[in-house]
């Protein structure tokens, strides 16, 4: 008998469910999504989850088992108990998922929720370029910086459920103020959105990551160099963490790493050059293995491979 | 029938050795010392572990029982093999030292090396300020900065055995040229030394942390400014450590950490006003409740305290 995750995938945009079986295939008529947005209300959210769950679980087959749900939610969460707070869906401030996501299951499934972050980080482990591996970071780099880790085989999920968060990891030598009201995180020095404002202010004319790039392969100049900051940015943080946590390797996806060919190159050269210290430098720095079903495996992840997150 | 552990805490200057009990308590009679430094042999070196290992183990009762050995180095090391590379013993590279002091004890006696900041974490949740936390850094302020993590009550010990190198993660705004290499450093920027010849680049004339503490309890303004400029640094790069792991707490010990009553509360202050995120600026900073047996009684629960190191 075929046991499938529900994996839900919460984010500031929209919500995406499906059935994942155990080799992380996603099951396609199950792939469903709701809008969310930061303007909803908290009944606009839950309607939004609910329906996508409903329409995920009503694609299951017959013959096969509901072994649990995985639930990944864009952060900050609280704790590991469900509840969520995530920054871009302000209607929702401790706000229970993991119980919405319960009252939605038949009495007994179990319901895990962690940071959409973790979930990737569980994806590349499981399926990804990090297949087997016991101390990797997974990271997304696109409007947002954002990651997880997983450290001598098992995920950190932290105090709070808020291990992760790289792009709020300070980066030398920069103090761009960040979102989060600190100066220098490499989100606000290496994400898209800060690295065509950083071109722009140096006279490129272009709006968007796209535009970033195709300036890049027609030769320039600013648009590069905004590409290879970031990159750094990026590789100084990577170092950062490879210093407190030792880290076998690091998986980059997320739009903005395909800004350039090389840019996760450019990223690993970057750790590569950073210092004298061999734990650091070895770190290895590789391109996402996920497809877009990345966060839906990942969400599975929690549910298929208990073995990593307990 | 009293258990102990042989501990060894191997530094740049001296190695010492002493017996530890059960409780976390130094048998005063087994605690033994030799030099070390820089310019040693690594005949000189085995000599100098060899004596005190020998002194300590003399110390054993009749009535008692050696379980283990437990080994705090300084780093980096080579893994969890017992190998060690001291960035300031450079006469020892991948050197066996788990296997030099496996041999000094009788057959089957079990040996466990870590790096030393792992240790005095360790410390610091057997017997300190941590007691009973998950999620805890412990860190030294001194002529150097490093430490050592323990998250969801279990060692990080990384790929290499490295995790811990606090002092080498980057602080925003700073691009200070690090012994590893790197700029904007940790321990480039806030260390003793480092706050100290910040000073005299201000006009401060001492040479010492001694001279630094003295002068801004006298009201020197170039020296306060130089201790809290080393705090405000410490402080953020907890907050990008914990950021990135998601602390409950973090211990500070370490000579320079006594530069000033309130250097603690200096650092608090930065982490509690670093971002908007309550995950991050709620982690504690708190200062060691470790004496000068730290080191030992952290290497002696490598043994007593296996279910934190496994």
């Given amino acids: 008998?075929?046991?499938?995750?529900?994996?839900?995938?919460?984010?500031?945009?929209?919500?995406?469910?499906?059935?994942?079986?155990?080799?992380?295939?996603?099951?396609?008529?199950?792939?469903?999504?709701?809008?969310?947005?930061?303007?909803?209300?908290?009944?606009?959210?839950?309607?939004?989850?609910?329906?996508?769950?409903?329409?995920?679980?009503?694609?299951?087959?017959?013959?096969?088992?509901?072994?649990?749900?995985?639930?990944?939610?864009?952060?900050?969460?609280?704790?590991?108990?469900?509840?969520?707070?995530?920054?871009?869906?302000?209607?929702?401030?401790?706000?229970p998922l993991g119980g919405l996501v319960a009252g939605l299951l038949p009495h007994g499934v179990p319901v895990t929720l962690r940071m959409d972050g973790i979930c990737?980080?569980?994806?590349?482990?499981?399926?990804g370029a990090a297949r087997g591996e016991e101390n990797v970071m997974g990271m997304i780099v696109s409007t947002g910086v954002?990651?997880?880790?997983?450290?001598?085989?098992?995920?950190?999920?932290?105090?709070?459920?808020?291990?992760?968060?790289?792009?709020?990891?300070?980066?030398?030598?920069?103090?761009?103020l960040c979102a989060c009201g600190a100066r220098g995180c490499l989100e606000a020095v290496a994400s898209g959105p800060r690295s065509v404002a950083w071109a722009r202010s140096e006279g490129?004319?272009?709006a968007t990551g796209e535009d970033l790039a195709a300036a890049a392969r027609t030769g320039d100049e600013v648009a590069r160099a905004?590409?290879?900051?970031?990159?750094?940015?990026?590789?100084?943080?990577?170092?950062?963490?490879?210093?407190?946590?030792?880290?076998?390797?690091?998986?980059?996806?997320g739009g903005f790493s395909h800004v350039a060919d090389d840019y996760v190159a450019l990223v690993q050269q970057a750790v590569s050059e950073h210092s004298d210290f061999a734990f650091?430098?070895?770190?290895?720095?590789?391109?996402?293995?996920?497809?877009?079903?990345?966060?839906l495996v990942g969400a599975a992840a929690l549910v298929h491979r208990r073995d990593l997150v307990v």
Avoid: C
Avoid at 120 to 127: M, P, R
Avoid at 153 to 172: C, D, E, F, K, L
Avoid at 280 to 295: F, K, M, N
């Fill in 1 to 95: 008998m075929t046991e499938y995750a529900l994996a839900v995938d919460l984010g500031g945009t929209k919500v995406e469910s499906a059935l994942v079986d155990e080799h992380g295939a996603v099951l396609a008529a199950s792939r469903h999504r709701r809008p969310t947005g930061s303007a909803s209300t908290s009944e606009q959210l839950a309607a939004a989850v609910t329906g996508a769950v409903a329409d995920a679980l009503a694609a299951l087959p017959a013959d096969a088992r509901l072994a649990g749900a995985g639930i990944g939610s864009a952060g900050p969460i609280a704790g590991t108990s469900g509840d969520v707070s995530p920054l871009n869906l302000p209607a929702w401030r401790d706000y």
């Fill in 120 to 127: 990737i980080t569980l994806a590349e482990i499981w399926t």
């Fill in 146 to 176: 954002g990651g997880g880790l997983v450290l001598g085989g098992h995920v950190v999920t932290g105090r709070s459920g808020n291990a992760g968060h790289i792009g709020h990891v300070q980066v030398a030598g920069f103090d761009d």
């Fill in 204 to 206: 490129f004319t272009g």
């Fill in 226 to 253: 905004a590409i290879e900051r970031s990159a750094t940015a990026v590789g100084r943080a990577i170092a950062s963490a490879s210093a407190l946590v030792d880290l076998d390797v690091v998986a980059i996806g």
């Fill in 280 to 295: 650091v430098t070895s770190t290895r720095v590789v391109a996402s293995a996920l497809s877009g079903e990345g966060p």
